[in-house]
Structure formats: structure tokens, C-alpha cells
T-cell receptor, first 114, second 108 residues
Framework: KAGVTQTPRYLIKTRGQQVTLSCSPI?????VSWYQQTPGQGLQFLFE???????NKGNFPGRFSGRQFSNSRSEMNVSTLELGDSALYLC?????????????FGPGTRLTVL | QKEVEQNSGPLSVPEGAIASLNCTYS??????FFWYRQYSGKSPELIMF????GDKEDGRFTAQLNKASQYVSLLIRDSQPSDSATYLC????????FGAGTQVVVTP
């Protein structure tokens, strides 16, 4: 079974631009969570989607948004990029009924904001 | 104050010894607790979860939970150089909150 895939793997943007990251969960997984990882703040929860609905949201500004499609693929968008948005963005998927007990992470997208 | 606290380390452990990692959490509503291992440059991978007070063993790993003290720990027995990684503790109270991680270095 293929794992969680994320595209692109690396991205360089400049301040003020916007970016869209994509995540394809493991086949059959309907829950997708997004995280931001930085050396200073560690791994921080952004949001979780289940069956196209946002189920939980972390403490990030409204510039960070996401959505989930009917095939469970998810996208995350960051508008008006700031230098502090440079981070590794990780997506994770969970199987039905298993919650975080079976959460698998993708390889991440490394975003650099110049 | 972060909701999940861990010592950042590094925790240096001789090969074959027991590594003991600790984690405290502030949200008493947290119900489930998770330990992830993250190798340098890689994504986190789940190694254990625990819901109930007491111990849970899986191979060389033992997770311990004490909800009254809001304390979770992970023991790694017979530590191997391949166990050298950062270990992340996470607590679920609706959403998953991660600690900053403890770096473990197993020395031959």
C-alpha cells in the first residue's frame, strides 16, 4: 500500500506570495492532518480534515487555510507569506475509526520564504 | 508554557542500557498519548500509544501513563545505535499537541 505523498517536496517563495501544498493520503484513509515543524516551535498542529470537513483547527492565523476533496486528497494554502512561515509542512493521514492510533506522516514539503 | 513538555536532551545512553524519556502535559482533558520517533531529516513515525494508567509494553518499548500526575514516559530497553533519534511525545485532547522532542544518542 502506497504511503502518504506530498507535493512539492521543496518550494522557495518570496514574502507576500501565496503557496498551495498538496497531500494524498493512504488509500482508504479519510482523515488528513497538517502540521508545521520548525526548529524553534517544534511540531505544531494546523488543522484536520475528515470527509471534506474541517474537524479541528490549531492556533494559526487565517492566512493558513486548507480543504479536502471527495477523494480525501487535501490541500493547504498559505497567503501573504512571511519569513516566519519557512518550515517543514507535514501531512498525516489516519484510517477510518482509528484516530491518531494509526497516523502516518508524509515526507513533508520544505518551504523557504525569502 | 507549552501544553506538552519534554526535556530537549541530548540524552546520551550507552548501547544495551535503558533510555528513559519523560513528558508532562497540562491539559487534563487529554485522553490519549503517543510517542513518535523522528530520525534526522525524516518524518515522525508512531511507535506507541497509550490510553490507560499504567504500563504498556511493545517489544523493547514500554510506555507509562499517570493521569493524576499528568505524566507520560517511554522506556527503551537494550538501546541500540539505531534508536538514536528525536522522540516526540503527543497528547490528544481533540487535537494532537506535540512536545518539542527529546534527542536520544546511543553510544556504542
Amino acid at each position: 500500500k502506497a504511503g502518504v505523498t506530498q507535493t512539492p517536496r521543496y518550494l522557495i517563495k518570496t514574502r507576500g506570495q501565496q503557496v498551495t501544498l498538496s497531500c494524498s493520503p493512504i488509500s482508504g484513509h479519510r482523515s488528513v492532518s497538517w502540521y508545521q515543524q520548525t526548529p524553534g516551535q517544534g511540531l505544531q498542529f494546523l488543522f484536520e480534515y475528515f470527509s471534506e470537513t474541517q474537524r479541528n483547527k490549531g492556533n494559526f492565523p487565517g492566512r493558513f487555510s486548507g480543504r479536502q476533496f471527495s477523494n480525501s486528497r487535501s490541500e493547504m494554502n498559505v497567503s501573504t507569506l512571511e519569513l516566519g512561515d519557512s518550515a517543514l509542512y507535514l501531512c498525516a493521514s489516519s484510517g477510518p475509526g482509528l484516530g491518531y492510533n494509526e497516523q502516518f506522516f508524509g515526507p513533508g514539503t520544505r518551504l523557504t520564504v525569502l | 508554557q507549552k501544553e506538552v513538555e519534554q526535556n530537549s536532551g541530548p540524552l546520551s545512553v550507552p548501547e544495551g542500557a535503558i533510555a528513559s524519556l519523560n513528558c508532562t502535559y497540562s491539559d487534563r482533558g487529554s485522553q490519549s498519548f503517543f510517542w513518535y520517533r523522528q530520525y534526522s531529516g525524516k518524518s515522525p513515525e508512531l511507535i506507541m500509544f497509550i490510553y490507560s494508567n499504567g504500563d504498556k509494553e511493545d517489544g523493547r518499548f514500554t510506555a507509562q501513563l499517570n493521569k493524576a500526575s499528568q505524566y507520560v514516559s517511554l522506556l527503551i530497553r537494550d538501546s541500540q545505535p539505531s534508536d538514536s533519534a528525536t522522540y516526540l511525545c503527543a497528547a490528544e485532547g481533540g487535537k494532537l499537541q506535540f512536545g518539542a522532542g527529546t534527542q536520544v544518542v546511543v553510544t556504542p
